[in-house]
C-alpha cells in the first residue's frame, strides 16, 4: 500500500475481454495502474491487447512445466517483478494451490460467470440454461484454495431469456462483467474495499454473504 498509483497485474488465458474493460477504465479517472500482463498460454489474444495499450507483458506457460509446483514458482517469480498490490484473475484457467493463494493472501481477486455459490466450475451459461434458471450472473470474489469459493465481493445479476443459447447468454454476461470488475479494482485501489479478519468491507459496512448485489 502506499503506492500511487495502486499497482494492479492481471492473468490471463484467453481472449482478455476483461482485461480490455480494465485498460480502457484505467485511461480515464480510475487510481490503478496495470503494470504487468501475464498469460499461462502463448496464443491468449489477451496479451495483444496489454502490447497494444502499451503493457509489459510476461508469458508463464502452464505447458512448459510437468509440475504444478514448478508452474507456480515461475508465475510467482513473474509477478514479484511487477510489484503487484492486487492480482486480477481474468480468464486464467489453472487452479492455483493454497501455498500460491497464501504467498499472496488476500490479494487475489477472480470474475466468475455464475451468481455464486451457484454454478461453481465451467460451462456455466449451458448448465443454466439446461436447470431452466430465470437468473445468472456474475461473481467478483477472492481467490482462496477453495476453488470459486472464496469470499463474494460483488455480483451482478443478469436475466435468462426464454430463447436464449449458451452463446446469447455469455454476451450478455460478458456485458455484466466489463461493467463490474473495473469498478470492482477501483473500490481496491482507492481504499474503499477492505478484506481484513475475513470480512469484507466497502466503506467500512460489512458486504454480505452475496457481496454488494445490482
Ligand atoms: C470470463 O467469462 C470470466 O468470467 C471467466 O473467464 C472468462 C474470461 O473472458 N473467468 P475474457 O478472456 O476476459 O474475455
Known amino acids: 500500500m502506499g503506492k500511487n ?3 494492479v497485474v492481471v492473468l490471463i488465458g484467453g481472449n482478455g475481454t476483461n482485461l480490455q474493460a480494465l485498460i480502457d477504465h484505467q485511461s480515464s479517472s480510475f487510481p490503478y495502474h496495470i503494470v504487468g500482463v501475464i498469460s499461462h498460454k502463448m496464443d491468449a489474444y489477451g496479451l495483444e491487447r496489454a502490447k497494444l495499450a502499451g503493457i509489459p507483458t510476461s508469458l508463464v506457460a502452464h505447458s512448459d512445466f510437468e509440475a504444478r509446483e514448478d508452474f507456480e514458482s515461475a508465475l510467482i517469480n513473474a509477478l514479484n517483478q511487477y510489484e503487484p498490490q492486487l492480482i486480477v484473475l481474468a480468464g486464467f484457467m489453472r487452479v492455483l494451490s493454497a501455498n500460491f493463494v497464501r504467498h499472496y493472501q488476500n490479494k487475489i481477486i477472480n470474475i466468475h460467470p ?4 451457484k454454478y461453481k466450475g465451467l460451462n456455466t451459461h449451458q448448465r ?3 436447470a431452466k434458471e430465470i437468473e445468472h450472473g456474475v461473481s467478483v470474489h477472492f ?16 436475466p435468462v431469456l426464454d430463447n436464449d443459447t449458451a452463446d446469447t447468454l455469455r454476451e450478455r454476461v460478458h456485458r455484466a462483467e466489463h461493467r463490474l470488475y473495473p469498478q470492482v479494482v477501483d473500490w481496491f485501489a482507492s481504499g474503499r474495499l477492505k478484506y481484513e479478519e475475513n470480512i469484507v468491507t466497502l466503506e467500512g459496512k ?3 454473504a452475496r457481496g454488494i448485489v445490482s
Open 206 to 208: 460489512p458486504v454480505g
Open 143 to 158: 481467490v482462496t484454495d477453495d476453488l470459486d469459493g472464496g469470499p463474494i465481493i460483488a455480483q451482478v445479476k443478469v
Open 114 to 117: 455464475s451468481l455464486l455459490p
Open 5 to 7: 498509483p495502486y499497482r
Open 128 to 130: 443454466v440454461i439446461d
